[in-house]
């Protein structure tokens, strides 16, 4: 990647990326489903956040006031398919999410697990590439492995969703090296989805290079859902902005002169 | 804390050995049908058969099962597992007069038409429970316990013992963040539906069993389709049908239709019937139906077979085994719960929280959820021995299944009050009903409507329910599941 800034005072909050032909300024994406209702509007503003997503499962009601209804205009829903255990499923869910009209934005979840809720890779390859196919654009949240992560590039991701930590558990960036490895190596936007549980552990993601970081526990139970959403808008842009300067150098021990190769400069003299 | 006396009983049904001590007052053998020493003549003749044979005379065997000289369990039967047996095939008649007669039936033994899973869990779920001494767990256990990120299955029963209740305003505070971490503010909404209340069973503490002097009824088509209307009006999205036991009456193509029903109106149909072999399970399924809830009431053997004396219920492994047929024939969900209060409801509480615990095991997709309702009084129902449960042992148990096992869907029943539903629900319960009535054919007034099972203490409808919980920061939801 190349992204840092060129050149000094370089406004990073213009910085943007794009994703099935938007451009989206916000990296921050916010999850709907463990709020109360009346709080989402006010923390999709307060947050910043441009994305929203919402489960397909929870939106499939008939219900006055609904989860569509709480999500602000000008948002853009980003159905995910929780609840299927399998590639068939998820498609199913998706297409329910078509003709709930959320558009063709589709994150893949493929869990066949309920304790901890993590991702079935296998079967997640396979719903990207039958969702591909059906001109779908797929974001598959996936546990952080290379390997699947280049299937899913050649299946047709749009962009790679690797976990952080277990859904909902707030343990920060638990698999930081792996994901390190993914935003080295793949082309695609890595966004860093689930098990964010601070601001601080979002602007980390950021500083590594991740595209984007999405939440919804951390900020849902916060003690002040607002400032929270706030303090997690600050921190992905903050964290944006010091991948783009470049960060300074980490060393172990204080650097002095050059033990090893010192004798070279001494030759030339 | 059982006396010795029930764990000698206890033992003696674990190892089907025979001899029998009846409990002080009590009529019943400890564990009916173990009775090896009282062995009838045609018990005697089906023996000389061997094991694998029927029995020579299903005339004899009919009537001497009918006039309770024999049990099931005096007739040839096979292990399939350190508790419980299947029966060899038996003559049609002699089936029917066994299903139909107090006692008859030996409550470890499946009869010959039932599914037989026999994967040892029903066994160590028991055995668990039956070493379980809640009075051993010390106030340091608890701390420890407490202090753990997780509770595994071996420290679950410290939750639920006497310790733990001093620390208990502790455990509702994790059981709250657990709620939050895993469900949000989410509490979802359903109501139940009865559409029969015949019974072949006979528990003696409720009001549908088959002895009961109520009035008996089944809604045909037109009523099902009535009932469902009126409450799909309310804005109900999510139904549970119910039914009395009667597998003949409410046949499994007759649940399945109402399923159908059911389906076309609601997003989501679980059904509370009784547990049926993997293909019928399978047929709900491709009814539209995605959830199972099945009552184990209790997990102790020798109080099983006192409270359940007659009907296909009495066969205690087969109730056991229903949520892993379920989830064989398609299920996405099952519900467990013992009915508190019938036994020591702390080891029930920890069997139910172990069963539920070894099924997400070994299907780990399956969803899971727990019902805590407690004994409530019923018309032709007689109160059972075993001491009541307050509200603050219901609260217990409630956060420890929490605590054990986050993810699971955790329901209140309208049996309690509004006041502890309301708090339950802002602390950890994740589903409620409203609009309930447990009587049939009762959303319509409908006119040969049957009585009710028991008493509801929480009569809310489901805009007052709803009004209720956002008061309690919490967030209604009417459906959250798609059937794939």
């Known amino acids: ?269 | 804390m059982a006396d010795k006396t029930e764990q000698d009983e206890k033992r003696m049904a674990a190892d089907a050995a025979p001899g029998e001590k009846d409990a002080p007052g009590e009529k019943d053998t400890p564990m009916d049908g173990v009775r090896g020493e009282k062995s009838a003549q045609p018990v005697e003749a089906a023996r000389a058969q061997g094991e694998k044979s029927a029995p020579a005379a299903p005339a004899d065997t009919a009537a001497a099962l009918a006039a309770g000289t024999i049990t099931t369990a005096d007739l040839p039967r096979e292990a399939v597992g350190k508790r419980a047996y299947r029966l060899a095939p038996l003559s049609p008649e002699a089936l029917d007069a066994a299903i139909h007669t107090d006692r008859a039936l030996d409550p470890l033994t499946f009869l010959p038409d039932m599914d037989v899973l026999g994967n040892g869990m029903f066994d160590r779920v028991l055995d668990a429970a039956e070493a379980y001494d809640p009075d051993a767990v010390t106030a340091a256990d608890v701390r420890r316990v407490l202090a753990e990120d997780t509770v595994g299955p071996a420290d679950f029963g410290v939750l639920l013992a006497p310790a733990a209740e001093p620390f208990l305003e502790r455990m509702a505070a994790r059981a709250q963040r657990e709620r939050a971490r895993w469900f949000g503010s989410n509490v979802q909404f359903f109501t139940p539906l009865y559409i029969a209340n015949y019974c072949e069973n006979r528990c003696v503490y409720c009001g549908f069993n088959c002895t009961s002097d109520i009035r008996r009824a089944q809604l045909n088509e037109a009523e099902i389709i009535a009932e469902l209307d009126a409450i799909a009006a309310t804005g109900q999205e999510e139904i549970l049908l119910l039914t009395g036991e009667d597998p003949v009456r409410s046949s499994v193509g007759y649940i399945a239709r109402a399923c159908e029903l059911a389906a076309e109106r609601f997003r989501t149909v679980g059904v509370e019937v009784y547990p049926a072999n993997v293909a019928d399970y399978a047929r709900l399924r491709a009814a539209g139906v995605d959830y199972v809830t099945v009552f184990q009431e209790t997990y102790d053997p020798v109080r099983y077979g006192k409270l359940h004396l007659r009907g296909r219920k009495r066969i205690m492994p087969y109730r056991f085994e229903a949520q892993e047929r379920a989830l064989r024939g398609g299920m996405r969900g099952v519900a467990f719960a013992p009915l508190l209060g019938l036994a020591d409801f702390r080891r029930d509480a920890l069997a139910c929280g172990l069963h539920a615990w070894e099924i997400q095991r070994a299907y780990p997709a399956a969803e899971i959820s727990f019902s805590c309702p407690r004994m409530r009084p019923a018309k032709g129902g007689v109160a059972p021995h075993a001491p009541q449960v307050s509200e603050r042992q219901l609260m217990q148990v409630i956060c420890a299944y929490r605590i054990f096992m986050p993810f699971a869907g955790l329901t209140v029943s309208s049996r309690e009050s509004a006041r502890f539903r309301d708090h339950v629900a802002a602390i950890t319960a994740t589903k409620v009903s409203a609009g309930v009535s447990t009587g049939v054919g009762e959303h319509t007034h409908q006119a040969d409507e049957g009585d009710d099972q028991f008493e509801i203490a929480d009569t809310r409808d489901l805009p007052t329910m709803c009004a209720a919980m956002r008061r309690m920061g919490l967030e209604p939801v009417m459906n959250d599941h798609v059937l794939v």
């Open chain 1, 1 to 269: 990647m190349s992204e840092h800034a060129q050149t000094a005072g370089q406004i990073p909050e213009a910085n943007t990326w794009s994703l099935g032909g938007k451009e989206f300024s916000s990296r921050f994406i916010l999850g709907s489903g463990k709020f109360r209702l009346d709080l989402v509007r006010a923390a999709v503003e307060d947050a910043g956040a441009e994305i929203v997503t919402l489960a397909v499962r929870r939106a499939n009601t008939g219900q006055e006031g609904s989860i569509l209804d709480a999500i602000p205009d000008g948002v853009t829903l980003l159905p995910n398919t929780s609840g299927a255990r399998t590639a068939e499923e998820a498609v199913r869910i998706a297409r329910l999410a078509r003709e709930l009209g959320c558009g063709d934005l589709v994150k893949v979840e493929v869990i066949r697990d309920t304790k901890y809720l993590l991702p079935d890779n296998a079967e997640t390859v396979r719903a990207t590439e039958l969702l591909a196919d059906e001109g779908f654009t797929v974001l598959p949240y996936m546990y952080p492995d290379l390997n699947v992560a280049r299937d899913l590039v050649s299946a047709g991701a749009a962009a790679v969703m690797p976990l952080g930590a277990p859904i909902g558990s707030n343990k920060g960036l638990v698999t930081r090296d792996f994901i390190r490895i993914l935003i080295e190596e793949i082309d695609l936007p890595v966004i860093v989805d689930a098990g964010i549980g601070r601001p601080s552990q979002a602007c980390e993601a950021m500083e590594m290079g991740a595209t984007a970081v999405m939440a919804n526990t951390a900020v849902a139970t916060a003690g002040d859902i607002r400032l929270m959403a706030r303090a997690f808008g600050q921190a992905v842009r903050a964290g944006r902005a010091a991948y783009l300067a470049g960060l300074g150098r980490v060393l172990e021990t204080g650097e002095a002169s050059s033990p090893l190769t010192g004798f070279l400069e001494e030759e030339g003299r």
